[in-house]
């Protein structure tokens, strides 16, 4: 029977990498001091299951690896070893290093396995050479597959058997009639068993469970003793076995008695020889084969996947649920269609409740459906500690991370898209905020400072906290930073809140010297932009000498959007409400033209640009614009610009449908969506239309000091 | 005897594939005949509104629901610059489904009227230089069915909105 | 055909076990762990128990103890899936009633042979 193991890789490399993950998550909240014994023992599983997995389905390398990282685990969790900061270290590497074992070996990529060999002599080292047999396992599996070929020349040595099985030996599940019959098919049937009734109770002394027979069994028969051991294998240590050779009667009958019927033994061995030959061939072909060929048949698989996981483990109440709402879904389908089929109008009510069922039920489906691309924020949140412990280490700064909100649902893509932008906030908060110890005690805080990272869910959105008890934003290096950039000029009077966002300004830096760990070139402009194009949002706020706040704000799925429907001239367009900061109607007399171009809005305090969808959406309106306007006003990196549309239309949920797909990219619309009608309504990209309106905030304060 | 008919009939069959056709359904725009590779073609229906698009090129009229996917429709006289058309009852939309290197899109042209189905010998298509027409870029080739002209389109070469 | 049960906490070897069991005309019931087998294996009776050794929650050893305490279960061979270093795991298979082992890793044929073993 041949088996394809390559179907299983996938599924092997996804539970690996969550074990890994679960190794990274033991070790690295583990107290080297005491280690709990249910960490260690969570870490040594994973290890363990790794190590089984990778050599089933062929990949040596990883578990060879994997081996003396398990031995040495098993060393700790039995107790005889001490965890110390070094073994951790050292594990915490490997985790590492088996993780891109894997990765290459799933991108069909011969692994590198440089660093392999040298953690692996480092095991070697601590484990001290005591287990230089940790051979392969590849050996080991080798080893473990049929015996050896079978010896024939060995020539005519047959056995007998003493086998006294202690008397519990059924309640171990082992059975000596199966083995009995194991021996004969080995043998060829050349077997003699005799029961040996010596032990045999008086009948009421006889408990019905034990066994109480011995047996003495012949095998005529050359066959190789390790086929005896093998069935005796699991019984060795609760039997008395006794196993002789004698020779065969005759040592010839190979060649003499093929044909001869009289003589049965003789006969049996035979056709036995004939058989036997073959068949250890046979038998032991196919393993190797399996062995070899594995690995190149993982490598073929996953070149032609890409590497990156496609699939999603979902909870099965997930899909318990989805199946009852569909299942509630057909009764209603049923119900309306048994009303449509002799309908009158005096049915008209049970139609609109059938209707109205119809609705609750797709509503609720599509809820489940968007559930299932759910996950919790702790996948992403999971890497963390690490990094913070890797970060302070290397600045030699004490931190403390507190996560809370792991279990916080989020789409799945969106999560995908988020952990760079938020490693570089971290990064920024131990770099830039928290303080060197010294510094920290000198100021009163204590030693160890403290990063928290917290998700909720608000208002239909996730919003994502990283907050740290560092220095604080300088607002005085901000600005003298962003008059250097010439982002404002000198004169330019900011609130903090105004001051804190210039971080976000593309070509902001403010470490004095880039440092190695958050100045790799990326900025937080790159973090807004990445945030933004998740339809999501950034601010901070920051106290001198007691920290600063970051919040994160995403929508909870990327397909799905409430949007605000306005009108402009024949078309509909859609707006994500989480961009519209208000509408409001007004007068012309409300709005200012500036230089002669840019038009704006005075709202309270402040001048909002004015951008006309149908100008630059292009769009025919017949009837001149009307005194009363609508101004939405939208927000985006923090920018307000005013859209003036005909119409506010109602607000509801609409699918993101693609328009790249078939189309292209357009310059102010994020995508599209299907109305009610079928009709395609297309959604504003926010941020873009502020691009487009020409106008910036800088403009807008030119302005304000001209007025 | 039975047997030789069927290798007879055998034969036919191979040598009826040896010559390979391509089929091409083709439509009418300014009383010249143009022809599309049929197996890009997913259906044809009629002509309806579309979502216009913001900036984007003239000749795309839109984008329509088709399905529950959003598809653009192009004017095809719009494409290649011919006098702009008056869309009537027999005026429908091809959709097309395009392959490229990266995968396949799908799309809409308007044309005139949906014409004929043609069998087209590959070796039949005459792959002329147009000069400097700016449109040679959309034709693949000129193939005569009928003793009348058929300009056969490079669909690929509309999925550049330029 | 038998009834077999197959305990593992890692998937891919479960579908890997699952898998050519049932190629080989087995009905297979599948655990992630020794709690969900013990509570599988007292709604019915299988004809063999495969399992795992190290599992979170319940592991092989105390789900074969535990297995071994139930009526049903007196006599039904266990064996256990174990590796090539655990020695001594094997011996406490044994004495909390395991009737054998299958050394990991071990391919599909191998894992047929075994079990042949026992069954029937």
Known sequence: MSIDLSQFHQVFYEESYEGLDAMEQGLLEMDVEAPDDEVINTIFRAAHSIKGGSGTFGFNQVAEFTHVVETLLDEVRSGDRAMNQSIMDLLLVSVDCIRSLLQDLQAGD???????????????????????????????????????????????????????????????????????????????????????????????????????????????????????????????????????????????????????????????????????????????????????????????????????????????????????????????????????????????????????????????????????????????????????????????????????????????????????????????????????????????????????????????????????????????????????????????????????????????????????????????????????????????????????????????????????????????????????????????????????????????????????????????????????????????????????????????????????????????????????????????????????????????DSAHKAA | MSTVEELESEDNITEAEAVSTEQYLTFIMEEEEYGVDILAVQEIRGWESATPVPNSPDYIKGVINLRGTIVPIMDLRGRFELTKPEYGPETVVIVLKIEFEKGSRIMGIIVDAISDVYDVPIDDIKRTGFGDNQNARFIKGLVTVNKHMVILLKLEQFLTFD | MAKILAVDDSASMRQMVSFTLKGAGHDVIEASDGVEALKLAQGQSVDLVLSDVNMPNMDGITLCKNLRQLGTYKFTPILMLTTESAGDKKMEGKSAGATGWIVKPFNPDQLLTTIKKVLG
């Open chain 1, 110 to 700: 011969d692994p590198d396995l440089t660093q392999a060999t040298d953690l692996k002599s480092q095991f070697e080292a601590i484990l001290n050479g005591e287990s230089a047999s940790s051979e392969s396992v590849g050996e080991v599996n080798s080893e473990d597959n049929t015996a050896e070929p079978i010896a024939n020349e060995g020539g005519g040595k047959g056995y007998k058997i003493h086998f006294v099985p202690e008397e519990t030996l059924l309640q171990t599940g082992n059975e000596p009639t199966r083995m009995f019959r194991q021996l004969a098919e080995v043998s060829d049937d050349c077997i003699e068993v005799s029961a040996n009734l010596e032990r045999l109770p008086s009948l009421t002394a006889m408990n019905p469970e034990h066994c109480y027979l011995a047996w003495d069994i012949t095998i005529n028969k050359a066959i190789d003793r390790s086929e005896i051991d093998e069935v005796f294998e699991w019984v060795i240590d609760d039997a008395e076995v006794v196993i002789t050779e004698f020779d065969l009667s005759d040592s010839t009958i190979e060649e003499q008695a093929s044909e001869q019927i009289e003589e049965p033994i003789a006969q049996a061995v035979s056709s036995e020889v004939e058989s036997i030959a073959p068949e250890p061939a046979a038998d032991k072909a196919p393993v190797e084969n399996t062995a070899e060929k594995e690995p190149a048949k993982a490598k073929a698989k996953a070149k032609a996947s890409t590497p990156e996981s496609s699939s999603i483990r979902v909870s099965i109440d997930k899909v318990d649920s989805l199946i009852n709402m569909v299942g509630e879904l057909v009764i209603t389908q049923s119900m309306l269609g048994q009303l449509g089929q002799n309908f009158d109008i005096t049915r008209v009510q049970r139609l609109q409740e059938g209707l109205a069922q119809l609705e609750h039920n797709t509503r609720e489906l599509q809820e489940s459906v968007m559930k299932i691309r759910m996950m919790p924020i702790s996948f992403v949140f999971s890497r963390f500690p690490r990094l913070v412990r890797d970060v302070s280490r290397t600045l030699d700064k004490k931190i403390d991370l507190v996560l809370s909100g792991e279990n916080t649902e989020l789409d799945k893509t969106v999560m995908e898209k988020i952990g760079d932008p938020m490693v570089h906030l971290i990064r920024n908060s131990i770099d830039h905020g928290i303080e060197m110890p010294d510094v920290r005690i000198a100021a009163g805080k204590p030693e160890t400072g403290t990063v928290e990272l917290n998700a909720f869910h608000q208002s239909g959105n996730i919003v994502i906290e990283i907050k740290d008890d560092g220095a604080g934003l300088n607002k005085e290096r901000i600005q003298q930073k962003a008059i250097e950039n010439g982002l404002i000029d000198e004169s330019t009077t900011l609130a903090d809140e105004q001051i804190f966002d210039l971080i976000f300004q593309p070509g902001f830096s403010t470490a004095d010297a880039v440092s190695d760990l958050s100045g790799r070139g990326v900025g937080m402009d790159v973090v807004r932009r990445n945030i933004a194009s998740l339809n999501g949002s950034i601010e901070v706020s920051s106290e001198t000498g007691k920290g600063s706040r970051f919040v994160i704000r995403l929508p909870l799925t990327l397909a799905i959007l409430d949007g605000q429907l306005v009108k402009v001239g024949e078309e509909i367009f859609i707006f994500p409400l989480v961009s519209i900061v208000e509408s409001i109607q007004m007068d012309d007399t409300a709005i200012n033209n500036v230089g002669g171009h840019s038009d704006v809005l005075q709202l309270r305090d402040e001048y909002v640009p004015i951008v006309q969808l149908h100008e630059i959406f292009s769009v025919n309106k017949d009837e001149p614009p009307a005194d009363d306007n609508i101004v939405v006003v939208v927000e985006t990196d923090g920018e307000k610009v005013g859209v003036v549309v005909d119409e506010l239309l109602g607000q509801q949920q609409v699918v993101i449908k693609s328009l790249e797909e078939n189309f292209k990219k357009v310059e102010g619309i994020s995508g599209a969506t299907i109305l009610g009608d079928g009709t395609v309504a297309l959604i504003v990209d926010v941020s873009g239309l502020s691009k487009m309106s020409g106008t910036s905030i800088k403009q807008i």
